[in-house]
């Protein structure tokens, strides 16, 4: 998942920040990078019909199918910032 949103921004020819902050109860991870950004409600739909077939498309899909919560917002400073929370189950004591 994260890996897959790494490459991303060295596809387009961008840099990209990789920020990971595990507490007990979640693991937020942020990927921000300096492209040119796009509008997260013009992604096509991954299970319309038309698009079954295709070979790309899915990740933003697969994020938000794995993850407690994905924010996908544009950076002020150009680029896309995705932010992913993962709730994670109580750990037990020995």
């Known amino acids: 998942m994260v890996g897959a949103r790494l490459t991303s921004p060295l596809r387009a020819g961008a840099s990209g920040y990789l920020t990971k902050v595990s507490a007990p109860d979640?693991?937020?991870?942020?990927?921000?990078?300096?492209?040119?950004?796009?509008?997260?409600?013009?992604l096509p739909d991954p299970l319309a019909p038309e698009n079954l077939l295709k070979s790309s498309g899915r990740?933003?899909?697969?994020?938000?199918?794995?993850?407690?919560?994905?924010?996908?917002?544009?950076?002020?400073?150009?680029?896309?910032?995705?932010?992913?929370?993962?709730?994670?189950?109580?750990?037990?004591?020995?």
Request: charged content about 25%; proline content about 9%; cysteine-free.
């Open 26 to 42: 979640e693991l937020v991870i942020a990927i921000r990078d300096q492209g040119a950004g796009f509008d997260p409600e013009a």
């Open 59 to 94: 990740g933003i899909f697969f994020m938000r199918s794995f993850m407690d919560d994905v924010t996908l917002s544009r950076v002020p400073e150009g680029g896309m910032e995705v932010r992913m929370v993962k709730k994670l189950p109580p750990q037990s004591q020995p």
